[in-house]
């Protein structure tokens, strides 16, 4: 097998020993990613119709009426306070997530060095198979704990941005894209 696929199985086999370890919690850290970038996405573009629509006509009244613009900030920050417990939770679980496959991981890798035979252990230091042992599963928690989330929230941010982007001006879309 060649070096490439072995990695991609074993991907896979993480994957699919998260997925199964998580339970429905991932699908509720997934979801409350998304809903914490479209916060972030809305904000951006409330801010225009903000500016636009409330700042711009009060700056050239004569007599303002402050009344709309308090509304509109109050439902802007309304937006953001979703986002950040979005977030918030997101982060929280993500952690429960992440310290229960852990756990699970550890008890497998455990059960599998008990299968083992004697000669295994005779042929290696215990130093080294401890070290084995302890530095996977630091990289491991590190690669379930951030960055799995991080790549996610990054893949849905790009997406986000590119449609706020073509929301706001699909020319300046396209020649941003093209240049």
């Excluded at 409330?46 to 009244?61: A, G, K, N, V």
């Excluded at 070290?131 to 799995?148: A, C, H, K, P, Y």
Aim: charged residues 15%; glycine residues 4%; proline residues 3%.
């Amino acid at each position: 097998m060649r070096k490439g696929q072995s990695n991609n199985s074993s991907l896979g086999r993480l994957f699919k020993f998260i997925i199964s370890e998580s339970g429905w919690s991932l699908a509720i850290v997934i979801v409350l990613i998304v809903a914490s970038t479209i916060c972030t996405l809305m904000m951006t573009i409330f801010l225009r119709t903000l500016i636009d629509d409330y700042i711009i006509p009060l700056s050239q009244s004569v007599s303002p009426d402050f009344s709309p613009l308090a509304i509109a900030l109050v439902k802007l920050s309304a937006v953001l306070l979703v986002g950040i417990l979005a977030d918030f939770i997101s982060s929280l679980l993500m952690i429960k997530v992440g310290q229960g496959v852990m756990m699970s991981l550890r008890r497998s890798v455990f059960d599998h060095l008990q299968t083992l035979s004697l000669r295994y252990f005779d042929s290696r230091a215990a130093g080294d198979i401890m070290s084995v042992f302890t530095n996977d599963i630091e990289t491991l928690r590190q690669v379930i704990g951030r960055t799995i989330p991080q790549l996610f929230s990054a893949v849905i941010s790009i997406v986000s941005v590119l449609v706020s982007m073509i929301v706001m001006s699909l020319p300046l879309t396209l020649a941003a894209i093209v240049w």
